[in-house]
């Protein structure tokens, strides 16, 4: 027990003479001071939570199947956006090949 | 925890290699230096038989001279106009005879244009049906005359 330890200790018990209604105070503070010193090192809740989950077998299949298609997912928005604005392009570049009034037009080259 | 680290990892590198593959294999992709994407485009835009899209293509392919001569001459008289004002800016000289030249080549040449224009539109929907026509004069809207 370090010094600090031993300080507390007797600060802890110098409250033995108060009369206060707070059972097991020595107990209750030394749990907090222990749970202090354990969360830094430890997990953060969430990390706990996914690494819970991730190391079972069904969950982890789960998980990568769902990135899978989360994959497809977000690539067929990107397919049907370029769709749009490469048919707004080849609009406007038809257009220049029949008209010969607009100008940038291939036909120029 | 590693089994958890290469879970995610895992997950990760799968749904990225399944997007690129997605995006690869589904992404509109036409380079040609002349007009074969517009046509294909064309074609899947108002649905076009072969027979259709053979025809149509034709009548491009017909007018394609009458157009880039249409348009040099366009860029001829561009380049005229940008001479005489070069001439105005720097003698202070106005050749009011030759900008009267000027304004009749370009109302000339500007009729021609939109001759030519309506006249490639009005082929090229005879080919269609009713609705594919509609269809078509929809993306030419602002070019009809």
Not at chain 1, 19 to 32: E, F, G, M, S
Not at chain 1, 82 to 100: C, F, H, M, N, T
Not at chain 2, 88 to 117: F, H, P
């Amino acid at each position: 027990m370090d010094r600090e330890s031993e300080q507390l200790d007797r600060d802890l018990e110098l409250w033995q003479d108060v009369d206060i209604k707070h059972p097991r105070l020595n107990a209750r503070v030394w749990a907090r001071v222990a749970n202090e010193d354990r969360e830094p090192a430890a997990l953060p809740n969430f990390f706990r939570l996914a690494q819970s989950i991730l190391s079972r077998p069904v969950y982890a299949a789960v998980f990568v199947v769902s990135c899978v298609l989360g994959g497809l997912l977000l690539a067929e928005l990107r397919v049907a956006q370029q769709q749009v604005e490469r048919g707004e392009q080849l609009a406007e570049s038809y257009k220049q090949v029949i008209d010969p009034l607009i100008k940038d037009t291939y036909l120029f080259k | 925890m590693w089994k958890s680290i290469s879970v995610l990892a895992l997950g990760l590198a799968c749904g990225i290699l399944a997007h690129v593959s997605y995006v690869r294999a589904y992404s509109p992709a036409c380079f040609s230096a002349d007009t074969g994407c517009e046509m294909e485009w064309l074609r899947s835009e108002l649905d076009l038989s072969e027979e259709q899209f053979a025809r149509i293509t034709r009548l491009h392919g017909d007018r394609e001279r009458e157009i880039r001569t249409l348009s040099r001459k366009v860029r001829d008289l561009e380049l005229l106009l940008a001479e005489l004002e070069a001439e105005r800016v720097t003698k202070g000289y106005v050749d009011y005879l030759e900008i009267r030249n000027y304004m009749e080549a370009k109302r000339k040449l500007d009729e021609a244009c939109v001759k030519s224009t309506s006249d490639l539109i009005a082929s090229v929907g005879d080919v269609m049906n009713m609705d594919q026509r509609k269809r078509y004069f929809s993306i030419v809207q602002s070019r009809i005359n």
